[in-house]
């Protein structure tokens, strides 16, 4: 099993639809959770991070936790084309691992919002 | 300017080469990591550093060296490229407080 366990889609959706986007992780001690944005090409980009079970909005992103259930969700309200991307999930390792906690990383769900 | 940058861009090599890889961040972070990515196979930690002092192994260091010049600073050498290093590299840095990374724009690696 691993880490952490993304769709690697591809997820299409249609303009103006809520796109979701789904993580899982093995970890309970997991703490933080990221969501990071890639076109092709070019470099990740966080686009949220989330530490408390529940929903944090951020403009037309929603984060979802549930650490009992150990998944994470990315919600993209009002998907547009500019949207097409992968999205990484990143957890990092857990308290017990102290000062050297990392970032694991799913592979990534591309997504495709079609006009 | 940008937070993190990372030279050269673009590059091609040949088997057997030494090459070397540059990472500065003006984020003030102190640490700061390497990555490569490959199609499928998502982003693989090569190494990581805390501060100056402190550099460690990721999951995939084999035929990778490091050096932490200064905390801006870190640079990733291929002792003897070969083709199966041909991948994109990025950089990134966190803060000791907190653990979301910040990437540098990525170099696209070569090796014929």
């Known amino acids: 099993q691993k880490e952490v366990e993304q769709n690697s889609g591809p997820l299409s959706v249609p303009e103006g639809a809520i796109a979701s986007l789904n993580c899982t992780y093995s970890?309970?001690?997991?703490?933080?959770f990221f969501w990071y944005r890639q076109y092709s090409g070019k470099s990740p980009e966080l686009i949220m991070f989330?530490?408390s079970n529940g929903d944090k909005e951020d403009g037309r992103f929603t984060a979802q936790l549930n650490k009992a259930s150990q998944y994470v969700s990315l919600l993209i309200r009002d998907s547009q084309p500019s949207d097409s991307a992968t999205y990484l999930c990143a957890v990092n390792k857990g308290f017990w691992a102290g000062n050297n906690r990392k970032l694991i990383w799913g592979l990534g769900t591309s997504l495709a919002v079609n006009p | 300017d940008a937070d993190v940058t990372q030279t050269p861009r673009n590059r091609i090599t040949k088997t057997g080469k030494r090459i070397m890889l540059e990472c500065s961040q003006t984020k003030g972070h102190d640490r700061m990591y390497w990555y490569r990515q490959d199609p499928g196979l998502g982003l693989r930690l090569i190494y990581y550093?805390?501060?100056?002092?402190?550099?460690n192994k990721g999951e995939i260091s084999d035929g990778y060296s490091v050096s932490r010049q200064a905390q801006a600073k870190f640079s990733l050498s291929l002792e003897s490229a070969i083709p199966n290093q041909t991948a994109l590299y990025f950089c990134?840095?966190?803060?000791?407080?907190?653990?979301?990374?910040?990437f540098g724009p990525g170099t696209r690696l070569t090796v014929t």
């Open positions: 550093s805390f501060d100056v002092k402190d550099i």
């Open positions: 970890d309970r001690g997991s703490q933080s």
């Open positions: 990134a840095t966190s803060d000791s407080g907190e653990y979301e990374q910040y």
């Open positions: 989330i530490y």
